[in-house]
């Protein structure tokens, strides 16, 4: 049974996400299948920023259950064609390999990473609207780190393309390969701002016209892989929930 975060965060939030534990054992006898193959597809990484700050120096029980609560939020946001392999402390670690139209595929991810926006934003925007409603009833409201610092938190995407392998160690399945690298280097750039979506140009090069102009290029130096071209567009939670409600 999971918990839900700390009261004083969420005890008025609307969302309550449970997550079965048959959704998680799903995902990991699909990627099962997996292994000892190759596969092309999408790495997707989904990274909540503030993450570090909120666990470092805050509560950590009530840091512990807020990131619980929005994680719980982004897993069951996951979509049929996407696998999560793993939940790496502040970052989701998705991938996907059909549709095989790369086209396809990368519209497939870009609705993905909507609908994990969306859940993100909800989940927080719940648990700070709970707050807001105690402060108005006159009711105590917890005033450690954690729980005062949850408007903080923001979310950035890496997208990449490319072939990666699987391989088991234990009972845990495993992407390898220099795509797998190459993507979470990426989480460490130059992009302004903590909430945006990152592509590769491997990644890019099968979206639109229309919707690849969207991106501003970029170039990224990573030790081993020298210069690897991006494109970046900000991510505005806000607006994006409001327009999906238009």
């Known amino acids: 049974m999971h918990t839900h975060p700390n009261p004083d965060a969420t005890e008025t939030a609307t969302i309550q996400p449970h997550p079965d534990t048959h959704i998680w054992l799903q995902h990991i006898a699909r990627q099962e299948a997996f292994v000892g193959t190759t596969q092309r597809g999408v790495i997707l990484l989904g990274d909540i920023s503030g993450y570090t700050g909120l666990i470092t120096r805050t509560e950590l029980t009530h840091a512990r259950e807020i990131m619980q609560f929005i994680f719980e939020a982004i ?40 609908d994990y926006g969306h859940a ?7 648990m700070v609207e709970g707050r807001m409603m105690k402060q108005q009833a006159a009711e105590e409201v917890c005033s450690c780190g954690a729980c005062s610092n949850i408007g903080g938190l923001s979310f950035k995407f890496i997208i990449h ?17 220099s795509s ?4 979470h280097r990426l989480l460490k750039n130059s992009v302004p701002g903590n909430s945006y979506v990152l592509l590769t140009n491997e990644a890019l090069e099968h979206l639109p016209a229309d919707t690849r102009s969207q991106f501003t290029p970029l170039l990224e130096k990573i030790e081993h892989f020298g210069d690897v ?3 970046y567009r900000t991510l505005d939670l806000r607006a994006e929930d409001a327009q999906n409600h238009a």
């Open 229 to 231: 071209a991006i494109g």
């Open 120 to 126: 993100f934003y909800h989940a927080r925007q719940a």
């Open 75 to 114: 897993f069951e946001s996951t979509g049929k064609q996407f696998l999560v392999n793993e939940i790496e402390g502040d970052a989701i670690f998705a991938y996907c390999v059909e549709p095989s139209d790369p086209a396809l595929l990368l519209a497939e991810t870009l609705k993905q990473v909507n």
């Open 180 to 183: 797998v690298i190459v993507a």
């Open 161 to 177: 393309y490319g072939e990666f392998g699987f391989t088991q160690v234990g009972p845990f399945v495993k992407l390898v390969g």
